[in-house]
């Protein structure tokens, strides 16, 4: 059975750092497109960062850009996702998803339908 559990949440300073860790079991990390998302105040899901299931490489989309690093870890099974610099409107359930073979087209990572499995997600909030 696929299983992911998001870990690492809680609150934070503004301009401060969390590190959020997606444990996945029940599968093999490398044959996956996995993604972390932000769920905004309208419940719509915002990708932040993503794993091409074909080549690893991992791209983070524009407001993540510079300040959160998405890596992977295909020993322990585990995506990370470091946030450095955060900001009040980083604030929110954060997830990661995961979908067999999933891939990147130019740069733009899957939106969330893309995915087939999800966490049960971990609350960030940023305030001072």
């Known amino acids: 059975q696929v299983q992911l559990v998001e870990s690492g949440g809680g609150s934070v300073q503004p301009g401060g750092s969390a590190r959020l860790t997606c444990q996945a079991s029940?599968?093999?990390?490398?044959?996956?497109?996995v993604g972390w998302f932000r769920e905004l105040p309208d419940k719509k899901l915002e990708s932040v960062a993503c794993?091409?299931?074909?080549?690893?490489?991992?791209w983070h989309q524009y407001s993540a850009r510079g300040r959160f690093t998405m890596s992977v870890d295909y020993v322990k099974n585990t995506v990370d996702l470091q946030m450095n610099n955060l900001r009040r409107d980083d604030s929110g359930v954060y997830y990661c998803?995961?979908?067999?073979?999933?891939?990147?087209?130019?740069?733009?990572?899957?939106?969330?339908?893309?995915?087939?499995?999800w966490g049960q997600g971990t609350q960030v909030t940023v305030s001072s």
């Open positions: 029940g599968l093999d990390l490398k044959a996956y497109g």
């Open positions: 998803a995961d979908e067999e073979g999933l891939g990147v087209v130019s740069g733009e990572c899957p939106r969330d339908w893309s995915y087939d499995e």
């Open positions: 794993i091409d299931s074909r080549d690893s490489r991992i």
